[in-house]
């Protein structure tokens, strides 16, 4: 037997029309039609896309533009009887690959993690039997058995449930379950997911039991579609990868450029052989493109994820540190990040009088206090209120032991919170229980938005009822006025209605209650016969409070001008209140999106929406994912929380997916590039302050090595221009021991620098600009890298100076000791200089006066390593035969240290001036401009 075309959807066919759709039945289907079905649509399972080969990325590190210039240069090396070159080179090259791939690579285990989800086995009816078959050969028509505790393995539709609960937290992100019922549903305007007599796999039951037709499998189920998202997203480059694609192709441009021209220039203007002339241009190359910079930059986004930890951020992929500093747009989940997850009533009004519940959470600390005078019958009512609500509630609390530290739940977050406010109130469920035998429960359905529970009493029975308010008003007759029942008439309908819609306004959400005395021998046989004539008692109101360090946290963003973007499965009128508590909102004119009405919009009639105010509400997967991309089709640089499977596809489509450490999913936070150990927003914005500082940190470090590049290229131009007559001061060893040496240490100090005072009063960075700019180069080469020049030339000389050789520039010899002497001169005149270099690129503009010479203590342990570096390149024979350097006087030493604070008094001296230019601009500025 076939499916048949479905004519009419699922979600509104009767059951008998599900059957008739599938081929099936009360007996299920036979289980050779089983073997049928299953070769023709295939297994239920997840099936995986193919990715790029590991080993492919891997080798991609070592053949980009620049890798290939250095493995060409360490080749030409050995040609030319340079080993040791050769393999300094290549080492070079194997470091900036290894590091380049530590900080891109991520292991693809979302989808492993999405699969690991599924159920391995199901129960299902074939042939009029119940048997257990393995999951992955369940097929579409078939009748699935369900019962608490069950994992749900594929997508159906309930054509029997009793109190039937699903946890459907893994598609939709909101924790509560969901009531489930085998009636049609006609409405039109609500997601697949809202529909209660549908069922999803992934999902799992929470209470009660069910049958269901299934009515797809594997790929084509919504988990399988979240699957297939979130497996389709390529991984795209963060924006410092870009950033630093950008620099390796300038500095490689640059180096090869004057390369060539140097090699012209040996060529045309010294006798030099063309092999002699090739090795020295290859040292320019050498000199110029800083070896060095992507392992610093590596260790310093390794440095900022450390720190990041230490505020509750956990970073998955390095890059991830420094995409949050240029983060400009955060879309975020409410339930758990913005809220605390834990569901509590605040208002409960009973005729008259409105009682405050203080204290937040399942622990029951705090007290109920009337807003206004109250009466003995007024506490009388808000007991009876609290007892109705106790009994007429299926959840249960956890008192805190050894498995749980805290007060935990069982059930439904509403319930529990009913329970909370009661044992505030000196209520236990367990007393009224004993008091009130529970014999009977009408569940909540979505016809009647109600639940009732039928109890033995001293001599008749007792209904208690909660529900939407609407509802509970009417089935009610008379209400709880002052300690007697009196007749509830239209306008106190109206009245209570109306204290209904102030608390709704709020952002609360509302349950109404109400009970009856039942006399008589018979007992109620469905929820019609008992819910009618009810006595109405009051409201319970009640929120997820919102975090309480969100506010200040959504503020700070503001300041640093990211846009908050609430998308939430809860209500719209729910999370626009929040959104407001908070201020992720601040005008009544803010919009509120529904899934439903998104999937109605044009892409530019969305990004249109984007630009102002807006709420996302009751959204599936894919509608977040489209969020996304409309942002970051829109230039935004975006962040997105996530902490269920839903979310996924959304976490990996950002340019920084942020997951929740406590209630995430594995799928989720394999998916993530960041995992929030506290799953607090406001640690987002404490990692997107390091992430900025992160950033202006590689451009402080990038400075200080440019310096010495503008300097290391000095001695090659000297031996150019003199036709080789001026001996080269700094050879190829020379400039890699620095490059990769002395220089690293002390940048990978500036790259612990804590975030200077301001840098969130700022905009995100503009992706536009780059970290090397014309102002860092000319500042690099010409301004300090000009001083460090003539420092080291200086040193070099002098060593022959002191030696006899004063004004023979162009009469020193090329080799022997002392050669080898004043080489170690130069070398050690740019590790003294290196000293005030680092100390003045510590600040940008300020006063290193102002930040403290001893603030940062690695700076110290930089200069440290860097003179004990030189130290044993100068003075141990091994390392002397390897750079090429030879000890020299020790008076000597005074001449270099005069040199050390050179750089530093010339940066104080420039930041003054162009702190007293600016100065000067502001004094003139006013609200129209400058004058």
Known sequence: MEIIDNPKPVYSASVQEIFLLYSSGPSGIDPSESIHRLTKYGKNTLTRTKKRSVYIRFLANFTHLMAILLWFGGFVAFIANMPSLGVAVWMVNIINGVFSFWQEFRAEKAADALMQLLPSKVRVIRGGETMEIDAEEIVPGDLMALAEGDHISADGRLVDAAQLRIDQSTLTGESHPVKKTADPVYETDISKIEYQNLVFAGTSVVSGTGLAIVTTTGMETEFGKVADLTQGIEEEKSPLQQEMSHVTRMVTIVAVGVGIVFFIMLMTLTTVTPSESFIFALGMIVAFVPEGLLPTVTLALAQGSQRMAGRNALIKRLSAVETLGCTSVICTDKTGTLTQNEMTVVRIWVPDVTFLVTGVGYAPDGKITPEGPVSKENMDALRQVCIAGVLCSNARLIEPGRENLQWAILGDPTEAAILVAALKNGIRYEEESRNYPRIR???????????????????????????????????????????????????????????????????????????????????????????????????????????????????????????????????????????????????????????????????????????????????????????VEMLRETGEIVAVTGDGVNDAPALKKADIGIAMGISGTDVAKEAADMILTDDNFASIVNAVEEGRAVYENIKKFTGYIFTSNATEAVPFISFAFSQGRIPLALDVMPILTIDLGTDLVPALALGSEQPEPGIMDKPPRNLKKHVITLSLLMRSYLWLGSIQSIAVMSAFFYQYWTNGYWGRIFDLPAEGPLYHSAVGMALTAVVITQIGNVLAHRTELSSIMKVGFFSNRMVWAGIACDLIIILVILYVPFFQEIVGTAPFPLENWLFLIAWTPALLIAEELRKGVVRMIESKKNVHKHPGGIT
């Open 441 to 627: 429960e009408f569940p909540f359905d979505s016809r009647r938005k109600s639940m009732s529970t039928l109890h033995f009493a001293d001599d008749h029975l007792i209904c208690f009822l909660k529900g939407a308010p609407k509802a509970v008003l009417e089935v009610s007759s008379s209400v709880l006025e002052g300690g007697e029942v009196v007749f509830l008439s239209d306008e106190k309908k109206a009245g209570i209605m109306q204290v209904n819609d102030t608390l709704a306004e709020q952002g609360l959400r509302v349950l109404g209650i109400a009970q009856k005395k039942i006399f008589g021998e018979e007992t109620p046989e469905n929820p019609e016969d008992a819910e009618h004539d009810m006595t109405f008692m009051g409201l319970v109101a009640m929120m997820d409070p919102p975090r309480p360090e969100v506010a200040s946290a959504v503020k700070k963003c503001h300041h640093a001008q990211i846009r908050i973007i609430m998308i939430t499965g809860d209500y719209g009128l729910t999370a626009k209140s929040i959104a407001k508590r908070i201020g992720i909102v601040k005008g009544d004119n803010s919009r509120i999106i529904t899934g439903a009405e998104l999937d109605q919009m044009q892409d530019e009639e969305l990004k249109s929406a984007l630009s102002g105010e807006v709420i996302f509400a009751r959204v599936a997967p894919e509608h977040k994912l489209r969020v």
